[in-house]
């Protein structure tokens, strides 16, 4: 099968599966990592962790889009997305200095916060530019690539660890992240000169589908 993607999408799809693959290296010792290298650590700070992370992700997600979708032109979406995904790369970096249940949970704020950001931009830029009649199928391989690289990576992490310890693995994680990031710049130009209005960019769509 054959498939036709724009641009805007593929760059999307290859930015999300760097980062989540990123992630799906520390994602299976992350609980180990807190209970054998943070004083004090123990299932129960891992479960704090977790559910700052969850909970404030999940508050800031309807704000952060009502203040995007209030906005005329795509700028404030791309730029969320780029400076939400940049500050959730770094989290990784700062797990290496942790010592303290406190600090994890502070990285765990600033991760809910960075996540809130990316996610509001890219599912509002990615819906916006998806092929008109491939909905279903883009959004598929998206879920798909993500689903093979976070499972691979999953092994891989676990094995890294054993051999090489934490370390690695989270400069590893935070590198693909900004790699991620990276990819993402190339999409300034596509998504417009100055950044075309969301009415503009409907009209232009309508056109292109007669």
Do not use: C
């Not at 959004?139 to 976070?150: M, N, Q, S």
């Not at 092994?155 to 590198?175: L, N, Q, R």
Request: overall charge positive; cysteine-free; glycine content about 12%.
């Amino acid at each position: 099968m054959k498939l036709k993607i724009n641009r805007v999408v593929k760059y999307l799809i290859l930015s999300d599966v760097l980062f989540w693959t990123g992630w799906g290296l520390m994602n299976p010792v992350f609980a180990i990592f807190v209970v054998q290298r943070i004083e004090g650590g123990s299932p129960f700070v891992v479960g704090v962790a977790a559910a700052i992370y969850w909970i404030l992700k999940s508050l800031l997600r309807v704000p952060i889009g009502a203040f995007l979708d209030s906005q005329p032109t795509e700028k404030d979406d791309y730029f969320f997305l780029v400076g939400g995904l940049f500050v959730a790369s770094l989290v990784p970096f700062g797990y290496i200095l942790a010592y303290l249940p406190w600090h994890i949970y502070f990285l765990q704020i600033i991760y809910a916060i960075g996540m809130a950001m990316t996610l509001s931009g890219w599912q509002a830029i990615f819906t916006r530019h998806i092929d008109k009649g491939k909905e279903a199928t883009e959004w598929g391989l998206d879920a798909t690539f993500l689903g093979f690289g976070v499972g691979i990576s999953g092994a891989v992490g676990g094995w890294a660890v054993t051999e090489f310890g934490f370390e690695p693995v989270f400069i590893s994680v935070g590198i693909l992240g900004l790699i991620g990031v990276f990819v993402l710049l190339g999409l300034r130009g596509d998504l417009g000169r100055g950044f075309i209005s969301r009415k503009d960019l409907n009209i232009f769509k309508k056109s292109a589908e007669k």
